[in-house]
């Protein structure tokens, strides 16, 4: 890949020790691991550079070709694409395993990076710290005065839905997710249509005093594990259901597919990555994954 600005980079065998590691003691560098067969590789690069040239020089990105540069894969131990690792100091910090949204991005480098000038808080802004406050019926006025006026305007539409969804009409957040167009807020697309999907599977699966007492009976019951995180995820239990699923994942991450492992990263979605169970439950992934 060709250097963008001043401040991203390919990194290779050759210059790896110089251009991350020695970097990193000036200015965190955040690798990022590629290869051109690896499509969420290309959803997240854009993301990473464009995030990267707001700090100013604050930030480093390194990009490293994995089909090109096995020694460095080998040396990290990387096992799937995408991952991004935060070096500082001289030192792995932080990092994350597959395509993330930018909350999840941000989140991770707000503690070692100075953060760039936020910008003027604006109506949307203000929906989403209703929604974020758990006041779904005033973020649900809020947006619609907004798309009252462009309703066209995707984070609105895909927050509205998620109010929706909240108070139970499952078809008409469905109705509204459908109606936006294009992949530049794919992320949050995907978070809510996971929203709608637990609530949808959880009518569908056992009662949750049920799924416990088969665990009581069977604490290795993977089946009853992982409908009882769907359960608690209906119900906005997270930090219970975040715990059953890294626990099942750490157990058993090839259980139905890997299906913890992608509702974690569903979870993540959902909750925006920048909530604080997230911070802590991501860097605990990481360390199962690494």
């Known amino acids: 890949m060709s250097q963008e600005t001043p401040y991203i980079f390919d990194a290779t065998a050759l210059n790896f020790d110089q251009a991350v590691i020695q970097n990193s003691f000036i200015k965190p560098v955040l690798v990022d691991f590629w290869a051109e067969w690896c499509a969420p590789c290309k959803v997240l690069m854009p993301l990473l550079a464009r995030i990267t040239e707001e700090y100013q020089g604050e930030l480093l990105l390194a990009k490293v070709d994995c089909d090109a540069e096995q020694d460095i894969v080998a040396r990290f131990g990387i096992r799937s694409l995408p991952t991004v690792v935060l070096f500082k100091d001289g030192q792995p910090v932080d990092g994350f395993a597959g395509a993330q949204p930018e909350s999840a991005i941000r989140a991770l480098l707000e503690p070692h990076v100075q953060p760039p000038l936020p910008s003027e808080a604006d109506p949307f802004e203000a929906a989403q710290a209703l929604f974020n406050e758990s006041r779904f019926a005033e973020a649900e006025a809020s947006l619609k005065l907004l798309l009252s006026e462009d309703n066209t305007h995707a984070p609105a539409l895909i927050l509205y839905a998620r109010c929706l969804a909240e108070r139970g009409e499952l078809d008409q957040a469905q109705s509204v997710l459908d ?112």
């Open 179 to 290: 109606a936006v167009k294009g992949d530049e807020h794919k992320a949050a697309l995907a978070g809510a249509k996971a929203q709608l999907t637990f609530l949808r599977q959880a009518a569908t699966l056992p009662d949750p005093a049920e799924l416990k007492s088969r665990l009581g009976q069977d604490p290795g019951d993977d089946e009853a594990a992982y409908q009882l995180s769907i359960q608690q995820l209906s119900r906005q239990q997270y930090e219970a259901a975040l715990e059953g699923l890294l626990k099942l994942f750490v157990r058993n991450r090839s259980f139905n597919e890997g299906a913890a492992h992608k509702t974690l990263l569903q979870v993540f979605e959902l909750l925006g990555n920048d909530h604080p169970l997230v911070t802590t439950y991501r860097r605990r992934l990481f360390a199962a994954l690494y």
